[in-house]
């Protein structure tokens, strides 16, 4: 190993513009300076022995650097150079390459740390001596796997362990993805960025202090924030590389992590209803048996998905259909669609090796290496996965993906015991550089998620251009269910889901902050499995829930209820796990009427159908967020920055979920919530009027959830009235709108042709409403007139 800092003079010695950026030289190393926008610095830090400047092999960055002539304002003074951009200001040490960003005012909000404010450890990488491997095939879950249990390695190329520290104010970091443990702020903690089934990698935090940081290091990486110091650790990257975010507010440096890596792409409207899955549904009758009992009972349903198997008997991952229990998958679909229901389908990365499928990418040399897995990092093999996808279902009419297992190297999978983080971490290293470039072993999910993507987006416009379709009927948006994900993933349709979690009332609490963290990192769909996916205990340590009984345990029912009432307001609402039926008529009424209260959440979600697909519009069009923590709303009110039990849905909504059983012998639990400072508070079910800046104590029964309403805002309501079958599709187009005090907030309605891609030209209308309490008059402002809608505002409710 050499230590690059070692011994070697880190004092800048010069500097020499590029057509992207600045390199400030000194005899250790070179430090880079680029800006692609007056607020958005890039930061890059290398061996200045290196022949050339490292690149990286994939970028996951669609903003350009500006040429620095056209930026920044450079001074040179004796401690150190100033660079201004008119709007952020960098001050760069002289004698070891430290950075202090402030804002146009001056303000300090980031420094790097002073002593040590970088290290590169050069080390040797290896790969597999393919002449001397062996091979041992494990069963999982997730199916069986082959885990190389013995190989000789070869010299490949230098990499290193890149360091880079910071000194952290009085602020609260949020972000970098999602982790099953519940943390709040990430100040505190020490975090192992590796990709798995309950852990989704993000490398993108926002502060309370207005920035934003994206490390660009695409490797396992450790964020660290304790006594230790406070810095990120790459494993195996060729350089430091990150941007830093000046964005003023938490809202606005979200809104730059879009900027950078590209805008979400808006869902097909009915991915807004209610998904119903299972591990899962055999055949074809019962499929169509489930959804027409949605139907027959009245119960809002929009999806239908197939889990796993739905391949011919021990041909896992194969991309067709079983003849016996789907002898008409094409009848199927037709049926359900006119049952205004959809169907989603599990889809595998990894193939037995009796597969037809294996056998095709086998004989073209387009696996990963010694796997069972599909090569996602390159062009020709996502083609051959998109065509065996598109002859082997996509012809049949289906809707949506469920990329399973997105995070296909996952060691801790195959151990009985809950491994330690830091051990999985080295684990983790070590699988996935057995089969990938370990450099970027944290994006296998982005670009499969992209071969899904493209492939169907040009079979679309194929059967649009070459079959004269409609567009409106065939250009069908695409929907990615998938358990992991990297920077970019939201442009490609994709929805994150939590993984495989344990029935628990403690799992309920943190997975409110897990979907906190993903969502804060700039990620805007994120869902879980409702009541959780493992309801018994089994002989694995994931495989860890607490009822054995099922809905025949009252326990059950009471943490489903609750678990269910908060699916209604995430971004994505669905239900799926093992081990019982999940349709909501098995949680039967008893001493408490569970399944009323379940129809009840239900349509609650379709009432607000028009506030969350107005979200969904703004999403793409303003690059907002649907679920964020209070403090993207309330950054001035230090209780609500630390709060992660409660959040925003939208700036109008805050959700409390219920996370803790009823006591015995009563009728409700006591729910202590936090009323945010600055704006009064309306309960959305009592209309009673709270002043913000308090705790108060609200009894919570089975039916219900504490929301609350910020004072000034308007809520579009859907008019859900049970004469007609309830999915999005049979929503009435007349609305009525809820005026909380004076309305003074408004709200920006959105509405679009619900299916294709029409909106990313314009065709979308966005408008404001707004309502003048002195006139008692709604107005209407036409922000984007790019759609004719036929929603219209036939009733006014004043709160």
């Known amino acids: 190993m050499l230590k690059v800092n070692s011994g070697i003079s880190k004092r800048i010695k010069s500097i020499r513009n590029t057509d992207k950026g600045i390199l400030f030289i000194s005899d250790a190393a070179t430090l880079f300076v680029g800006a692609v926008a007056d607020n958005i610095l890039h930061i890059r830090y290398f061996d200045s022995g290196l022949k050339k400047e490292p690149e990286n092999k994939y970028s996951f960055v669609v903003a ?36 202090e960003f402030f804002d146009k005012d001056g303000r300090s909000l980031l420094s790097s740390d002073r002593e040590c404010p970088y290290s590169l450890d050069r080390y040797e990488l290896y790969k597999n001596d393919d002449s001397e491997v062996k091979v041992e095939k494990i069963k999982t879950p997730d199916g ?38 519940g943390y709040g702020s990430l100040r505190g903690q020490r ?90 549904y055999e055949t074809q009758d019962e499929i169509l048996e489930v959804a027409n009992e949605y139907r027959k009972k009245g119960i809002g349903l929009d999806t239908i998905i197939l889990d796993w198997c739905s391949w011919p008997d021990g041909q896992w991952g194969q991309k067709t259909m079983e003849k016996d229990r789907f002898p008409d998958p094409r009848e199927m679909v037709k049926r359900l669609h006119e049952m205004d229901v959809h169907f989603m389908i599990s889809i595998w990365p ?55 297992n997105s995070e296909p190297m996952d060691p801790s999978w195959t151990m009985t015991e809950r491994p330690e983080p830091s051990r ?97 990192s700039g990620m805007p769909y994120w869902t879980l499995d409702i009541g959780a996916f493992f309801i018994k205990h089994g002989d ?142 309306y309960d959305y079910f009592t209309s009673c009027r709270f002043a913000g800046g308090q705790y108060i104590t609200v009894e919570v029964p089975i039916d219900s959830i504490p929301v609350f309403v910020r004072d000034g805002s308007l809520i579009p309501i859907a008019k859900c009235d049970g004469s007609r079958d309830l999915s999005t599709a049979s929503l009435s187009k007349d609305i009525s709108v809820n005026v909380y005090g004076n309305g003074e907030r408004g709200f920006i309605l959105y509405d679009d042709e619900g299916d294709g891609y029409a909106y990313e030209s314009g065709h979308y209308l966005l408008k404001k409403i707004e309502y003048d309490n002195a006139a008692s008059v709604l107005s209407e402002k036409i922000l984007n007139d790019g759609y004719s809608s036929d929603i219209r505002i036939t009733e006014i409710n004043l709160i």
């Open 144 to 181: 069986v796997k082959e885990k190389i249990t013995s190989n000789a390695k070869i010299f490949d190329r230098y990499t290193y362990r890149c360091r880079c520290a910071f000194r952290f104010a009085d602020e609260q970091l949020y972000g970098l993805g999602q982790f099953e443990h």
């Open 191 to 280: 975090l192992y960025l590796n990709q798995a089934n309950r852990q989704i990698v993000i490398p993108y935090m926002v502060s309370t202090s207005g920035y934003g940081l994206l490390f660009n290091m695409h490797c396992p990486v450790i964020f660290n924030d304790t006594n230790a110091g406070s810095y990120i650790y790459a494993s195996a990257f060729q350089c430091i590389d990150f941007y830093f975010v000046n964005g003023g507010s938490i809202a606005a440096a979200q809104k730059a992590y879009r900027f950078l890596t590209d805008k979400a792409a808006i869902l097909p409207k009915w991915a807004y209803g209610y998904m119903q899955s299972q591990e899962r």
């Open 350 to 404: 990894n193939m037995n090796e009796c597969t037809d499928n294996y056998k095709e990418f086998k004989k073209n040399d387009l696996l990963l290496n010694r796997s069972d897995v599909y090569n996602a990092f390159s062009d020709k093999a996502r083609a051959l996965y998109w065509k065996q996808t598109n002859e082997g279902l996509y012809r049949y009419g289906i809707d949506a993906w469920w990329c399973d």
């Open 424 to 520: 999985l971490f080295a684990e983790y290293i070590n699988e996935t550089s057995d089969h990938m470039d370990v450099e970027y072993s944290n994006t296998f999910a982005y670009f499969h998620a992209l071969g899904v993507y493209e492939g169907q987006r040009s079979e679309n416009a194929h059967i649009i251009n070459e079959k004269k379709k409609d567009p409106v009927l065939w250009d069908k948006r695409l929907l990615n269910l998938t358990r992991s994900a990297y920077l970019g993933s939201q442009k490609f349709g994709t929805v994150m889901w939590s993984g495989d979690i344990d029935a628990k009332w403690s799992v309920l609490r943190k997975q409110i902050a897990a979907g906190l963290n993903f969502c804060a």
């Open 64 to 99: 350009g650097e500006i040429k620095p002539d056209n930026i920044f304002k450079v001074e040179d003074n004796e401690a150190g150079y100033c660079l201004d951009t008119g709007n952020t200001v960098l001050k760069i040490d002289k004698e070891n390459c430290a950075l």
């Open 540 to 681: 694995y340590w994931y495989w860890n829930g607490e009822y054995d009984k099922g809905f025949d345990d009252e326990a059950y029912k009471e943490l489903f209820v609750r678990w269910y009432w908060y699916g209604a307001f995430l971004p994505v609402f669905r239900g799926h796990g093992t081990d019982i039926r999940r349709e909501l008529w098995h949680c039967k009424n008893s001493d408490r009427s569970y399944y009323d209260s379940l129809l009840k959440a239900n349509r609650l979600r379709y009432e607000l159908f028009y506030y969350i697909y107005s979200y969904a519009g703004r999403i793409y069009a303003c690059d907002e967020t649907l679920m964020n923590p209070l403090a993207v709303d309330f950054c001035h009110d230090e209780k609500a920055c630390q709060i992660f039990d409660q959040y925003m849905f939208g700036h109008e909504i805050m959700v409390c979920p219920v996370y803790e059983p009823i006591e015995k012998g009563k009728d409700t639990v006591k729910r202590k919530v936090y009323l945010p400072s600055g704006t009064c508070w």
